[in-house]
């Protein structure tokens, strides 16, 4: 088993999504949601985190307690059932068993105790980096909805068209110490980000394409630079809403290098996963990022998902 973690990580993961709902709203009608002042596309976090434990679950075959399982008649378990199938008598025997809570954290209740597990791994609400336009799609299908009707019933779906959305974390090495997280969960993290998203295949999700993971590693304890989504732009010759493909658009990284380089002496190496199709401008000029990452003397790890 690798070591607990000791370092901070900061991290940014952008994906897009093309002709779907990336997570809808169930108090409107399951629209996107979209911020109304600024037309930003919005993805919670919570809807990232199921993204990584149910891959972590389905694909790699790791212990998941926060998941949706049944009962024989078909009604959800909650928390306390989960723990009876689980067989855990302790906080440190759930965290042992279960990857999501080392990851995330978590409460409940063992033998009339509770816990509560604040997660290393935490993410604010995923942003788009540029407005987008929602569109409304109306079909039918070929099913009558009863034995009395003659026809298909009418089908409703709001989409976006295209979004690129932005979501900023943090690997807490202080909070790891109470879970027990390890370099090797982060790595899991990684992969359940990245796989993840392109392995989340339903009706609504499918498409979904992640194309940059960046995770800065710091040396200096209780430190990281901070809010590092926003220092990564989106520019293209079109509006912010006829956008349709990561081809239509570069992504300005002059800000991002310039932290980066302001704060070199802090951190010990950037990982890196970039999908190719991205391009990226620094003061005007197309570079790879990470040969800009590495001008600016910091060592860049490209990640192996």
């Excluded at 911020?35 to 694909?59: G, I, P």
Aim: glycine letters at 6%.
């Amino acid at each position: 088993m690798s070591e607990i973690v000791s370092q901070r990580r900061e991290i940014v993961f952008l994906y897009d999504v093309k002709d779907i709902n990336p997570n809808g709203d169930p108090l409107d009608e399951n629209k996107p949601r979209i911020d109304d002042e600024t037309m930003v596309n919005l993805v919670s976090d919570v809807r990232l985190k199921r993204t990584v434990r149910d891959y972590l679950h389905d694909f790699k075959g790791e212990e998941i307690f926060i998941r949706e399982t049944r009962k024989d008649d078909g009604t959800l378990i909650d928390k306390e059932g989960r723990l009876g199938d689980l067989k855990v008598n302790t906080a440190d025997e759930l965290i042992k068993k279960c990857v999501d809570i080392r990851l995330f954290g978590a409460t409940a209740a063992i033998k009339k105790k509770s816990i509560i597990l604040t997660g290393p791994v935490q993410f604010r609400i995923g942003r788009s980096l540029h407005r987008v336009k929602m569109a409304y799609m109306k079909g039918t299908t070929v099913m009558p909805s009863d034995k009395s009707s003659k026809q298909g019933t009418f089908t409703e779906q709001y989409i976006l068209p295209y979004s690129l959305i932005g979501f900023y974390g943090i690997v807490n090495e202080n909070a790891a110490k109470s879970t027990h997280l390890t370099d090797d969960d982060v790595a899991l993290l990684y992969d359940g980000l990245w796989n993840g998203t392109k392995n989340l295949i339903s009706r609504s999700k499918v498409g979904q394409m992640p194309r940059l993971l960046l995770s800065v590693v710091y040396t200096e304890k209780n430190y990281h630079i901070g809010d590092l989504n926003g220092t990564i732009k989106l520019v293209s010759e079109k509006d912010d809403e006829e956008i349709r493909d990561v081809g239509e658009f570069n992504l300005d990284v002059t800000d991002l290098v310039a932290a980066l380089d302001a704060n070199k002496e802090k951190i010990q190496r950037v990982d890196l996963m970039a999908d190719p199709r991205l391009t990226y401008v620094a003061d005007g000029t197309e570079a790879s990022l990470q040969d800009l990452i590495e001008a600016a003397g910091i060592k860049v790890a490209p990640l192996a998902l």
